[in-house]
């Protein structure tokens, strides 16, 4: 083995090292779903929060065409390679075409459905630091700045997350909203995951 090789080699088994290492604070059944973004580096700058913060997958509803289908390919696109820091190395994405299609995904699955947004008449509306997000399944949507969340996805979601703001302009880009949603969310599933794991059970309990 050359020189070049065996620097090769080391590096792989310091990435495999650090992946085995943080595996245990990931975020088990916590999708992150971003509901037409408007460009790459919305989704770029958002996968690399996802990933930082620990959830699990990130689904994105790409009726524009934005990714690639598949994401092994996604992992070569330079772009977002650069945008998201390398995190779409790391952060499984799947893309969907339409949000009726990711809503039948993951209902399919049992996953409950929580979207971002301002108070909803008529809907569940929960302040961010108050909720409880231990549900054993849960993918947690986020609109754009322009558009918000979908009123299909509202209809179908059990909660309405809303961030306190007390500034004169009440609006987050992609990037920031995520970050703070996904922190409060993450620390109280990864507490939650520890307490079960200290009581010898393997799996959460399933809650309503």
């Known amino acids: 083995m050359d020189e070049t090789e065996d620097k090769t080699a080391k590096k792989r088994k310091n990435v495999r090292a650090k992946a085995n290492a ?52 996604m992992r070569k696109t330079r772009s977002l390679l650069k945008l998201s820091a390398s995190a779409i190395k790391w952060s499984f994405t799947k893309r969907f075409d339409s949000t009726q299609d990711c809503l039948n995904h993951l209902n399919k699955n049992g996953f409950v459905n929580a979207v971002t947004s301002p108070h909803i008449k008529g809907k569940t509306n929960v302040i961010l630091h ?24 509202v209809e179908q979601s059990e909660m309405c997350i809303n961030i306190p703001m007390y500034g004169m302009i009440e609006s987050l880009n992609l990037g920031t909203s995520t970050g703070i949603v996904l922190y409060e969310i993450t620390k109280q599933r990864r507490a939650y995951q520890d307490k079960y794991k200290r009581a010898g059970k393997k799996h959460p309990i399933q809650q309503s």
């Open 130 to 153: 108050e909720g409880d997000y231990t549900h054993a399944k849960l993918a947690v949507w986020f609109g754009t700045e322009s558009h918000g969340i979908s009123d299909l996805a």
């Open 22 to 73: 943080i595996k245990p604070f990931q975020c088990k059944n916590l999708i992150v779903v971003l509901e037409n973004p408007g460009n790459l580096k919305n989704i770029g700058t958002t996968i690399r929060n996802i990933d930082a913060l620990g959830a699990e997958k990130t689904y994105v509803v790409d009726s524009r065409g934005l990714l690639k289908e598949d994401w092994e390919e």
